[in-house]
């Protein structure tokens, strides 16, 4: 579904170049959730940005389906994204329009008429549970809210590819929980191919299929993410899954002591 | 206080009045324009176009670097070729617009530039066009700080109708400067002040009023 070739990506700072991406190589299949997991300021952001070219990749190609994004000019480009939907960490609603405004947005940036606009809206809100706060405003909605709200926008074009980025770090872990639960769903439901970018290892653990880690823009691991727990190989993997390992042990520890008592 | 004072306030106001509407309404529509410009062609704006940009910064940057009472005597050939005269309130229309127009450009691109570049950057992620993201996102998210920086625009053209008028276009500042200081007239001259005053306050106050108004509908509970 997703296939990325020798993506590369360097920004020109004014202290000097700084290389974001390089040689980057991934093949998504369709229909999978694909986590993309490294450290702050590995690439993962710039990563996900080049899939719609919200960035502009300096070298390399991305196809999404038949698709070859990166050769598109503005106005195929407008077209492709259509069927690419994106959520963000700080959600990103439009504070000034109502959510059922939000929902409809893309959908009148794609040119549908006033009933087919409804009728998705209420569909799309019915699907993330919020049929009720159509007429709210983003102020008035919670952080697990507004994301929904954030997802029945991405999900009004009906589209093929929902790109996640860092969906959940600005969430409590109940409702991180609840995302991640309705992104599956969605997932399921719709066949939707989804990428997401984290830096947390439950939001790999939930719902992901397939892992790629990223460290210093080059992607150092792929594979499944049971493999990734069992097995990890690359040093980013290692210091992430030792994290939850040191705690294994603590607790092990703990409980060890405790039935010693 | 002698019988003309009402007359001749009256008279001062409601030219004030009309220089200030109508001057407000194209000061802001060119502000607009220059403003929305100036933040769509910036560097990695929607349509990023530097040349452009950069053109009309210097534009702005020039205009606004003259003393308006210049500015007035520079515009009198563009006053006398669009409204066929120079003198009196419709020719201070013209010169009040394009004075006013630099500063409300400006005013306008920092209400934009507030808006979080992440609500642009979704709505590319959309496929919106950039027409689009302008007007249905840019403008309507920086609403409120729109209408309070236009608040202060309008208050500070008020200002300048009074220094239009000190140079022959009327209203109330011609009126202070003719009849208060040249003929002694403290009355009136205390009297224009207040009105002027009034005006301000009132203009003040209903902008408050509007911008509060949005804010409430957006961001308290219902």
């Keep these: 579904m997703i296939v990325v070739r020798n993506l590369g990506k360097t920004y020109h700072t004014p202290s000097g170049p700084f290389v974001a991406l390089n040689g980057v190589n991934l093949e998504i299949e369709r229909g999978d959730i694909y986590g993309i997991i490294g450290f702050s300021g590995a690439g993962k952001s710039t990563l996900v940005r080049c899939l719609n070219r919200l960035e502009e990749p300096d070298e390399g190609t991305v196809a999404i389906g038949n698709t070859d994004i990166t050769s598109l000019n503005e106005k195929q480009l407008r077209l492709a994204r259509r069927k690419i939907g994106m959520i963000f960490q700080q959600f990103n609603l439009f504070d000034g329009k109502t959510v059922f405004q939000n929902v409809a947005f893309p959908l009148k940036a794609a040119g549908r008429d006033k009933a087919y606009i409804r009728r998705r809206v209420a569909e799309v809100l019915e699907m993330v549970q919020l049929s009720d706060k159509e007429k709210a405003y983003p102020s008035?909605?919670?952080?697990?809210?507004?994301?929904r709200v954030g997802i029945a926008r991405a999900l009004a074009n009906e589209p093929e590819v929902l790109l996640c980025d860092e969906a959940?770090?600005?969430?409590?872990?109940?409702?991180?929980?609840?995302i991640l639960e309705l992104l599956q769903s969605i997932n399921r439901r719709l066949g939707l191919t989804v990428v997401?970018?984290?830096?947390e290892l439950e939001v790999l653990q939930h719902i992901c299929n397939n892992v790629a880690v990223i460290e210093r823009g080059t992607i150092v691991e792929t594979g499944t993410v049971d493999r990734f727990f069992l097995n990890p190989k690359s040093d980013t993997a290692r210091r992430f899954v030792n994290i939850v390992e040191q705690y294994r042990q603590k607790r092990q520890l703990v409980e060890g002591v405790g039935a010693g008592i | 206080m002698r019988d003309d004072l009402i007359d001749l306030l009256w008279e001062g106001l409601r030219q004030t009045l009309y220089m200030l509407i109508w001057s407000s309404l194209f000061?802001?529509?060119l502000g607009m324009l220059l403003g929305v410009t100036l933040v769509a062609t910036e560097k990695g704006g929607v349509l990023e176009n530097r040349p452009i940009h950069k053109t009309i910064s210097l534009i702005i940057n020039g205009v606004r670097s003259l003393p308006f009472i210049i500015l007035i005597v520079l515009l009198i050939p563009v006053a006398r070729w669009v409204v066929g005269t120079s003198l009196g309130p419709t020719a201070a229309i013209v010169s009040l617009s394009i004075g006013a127009a630099p500063f409300l450009g400006r005013i306008v691109e920092t209400a934009l530039k507030e808006v979080v570049p992440g609500k642009i950057e979704a709505a590319r992620s959309f496929g919106a066009s950039p027409p689009a993201i302008l007007f249905r996102v840019l403008l309507p998210e920086a609403l409120p700080a729109l209408v309070r920086s236009l608040t202060i625009a309008v208050i500070a053209i008020t200002e300048l109708t009074a220094v239009a008028g000190a140079i022959g276009a009327g209203g109330l500042g011609s009126l202070a400067i003719r009849f208060g200081y040249q003929r002694f007239r403290e009355d009136i001259m205390i009297a224009t002040v207040v009105v002027i005053i009034a005006l301000v306050q009132t203009l003040q106050w209903s902008g408050d009023a509007i911008a509060k108004s949005i804010e409430r509908r957006r961001y308290k509970a219902k």
């Design chain 2, 27 to 29: 000061a802001i529509l």
């Design chain 1, 140 to 147: 008035q909605l919670s952080g697990g809210q507004k994301q």
């Design chain 1, 168 to 178: 959940t770090s600005a969430l409590d872990p109940q409702t991180t929980y609840s």
């Design chain 1, 196 to 199: 997401l970018i984290t830096h």
